[in-house]
T-cell receptor, first 115, second 113 residues
């Protein structure tokens, strides 16, 4: 089974709200990723967790706060977002860290709209 | 700079005809290369990858890709296109030197009946 699940599927929030995105995998993968994707563009890497530790932060604004409570779960906490943050947020996982050739498996994404 | 390029924004092909979606790469070290497909409002689905070995890689749904080191290319192919193959295709690459996956800009494949 190569399934990565993400909740919620859709999220609408105001600029003053606080919300969280959730990602889960049960494949025993030790690397998990957050990507942001605008329409018809490639995914942009935001964060990478390797063995539950943050290993890559692609200079993402602090209004995005990742958390990896355990090896199967990845959260993205959102606060004081801007309308330009509206996008599809994708979670992915791979067996090991991104310096290797392991396949990244993607979840279906959360469609975020910031009003 | 390391990069992956997809020179065509869109590829149009008639159903039943062969299709090719092009990808070239510039990655230091030994590259590993992937193809993903994305349907509207969905995540990326893995199709196939090249790590080492046989230059012709076979993947899901009848797709295959050929790794060409001299031309630094990894084109995606299918002998007979289906209307349901219409989607956005991403080539991605990396190496132990890159530390992350580098995506091409994507190619929209339109298969017409």
């Amino acid at each position: 089974d190569t399934e990565v699940t993400q909740t919620p599927k859709h999220l609408v929030m105001g600029m003053t709200n606080k919300k969280s995105l959730k990602c889960e995998q049960h494949m025993g993968h030790r690397a998990m990723y957050w990507y942001k994707q605008k329409a018809k563009k490639p995914p942009e890497l935001m964060f990478v967790y390797s063995y539950e530790k943050l290993s890559i932060n692609e200079s993402v604004p602090s209004r995005f706060s990742p958390e990896c409570p355990n090896s199967s779960l990845l959260n993205l906490h959102l606060h004081a977002l801007q309308p330009e943050d509206s996008a599809l947020y994708l979670c992915a996982s791979s067996l090991f860290d991104p310096g290797r050739s392991d396949t990244q498996y993607f979840g279906p994404g959360t469609r975020l709209t910031v009003l | 700079a390391q990069s992956v390029a997809q020179p065509e924004d869109q590829v149009n092909v008639a159903e039943g005809n062969p299709l090719t979606v092009k990808c070239t790469y510039s990655v230091s070290g030994n590259p590993y290369l992937f193809w993903y497909v994305q349907y509207p409002n969905r995540g990326l689905q893995f199709l196939l990858k090249y790590i080492t070995g046989d230059n012709l890689v076979k993947g899901s749904y009848g797709f295959e890709a050929e790794f060409n080191k001299s031309q630094t290319s990894f084109h995606l192919k299918k002998p007979s296109a289906l209307v349901s193959d219409s989607a956005l295709y991403f080539c991605a690459g990396g190496s132990s030197n890159t530390g992350k996956l580098i995506f091409g800009q994507g190619t929209t494949l339109q298969v017409k009946p």
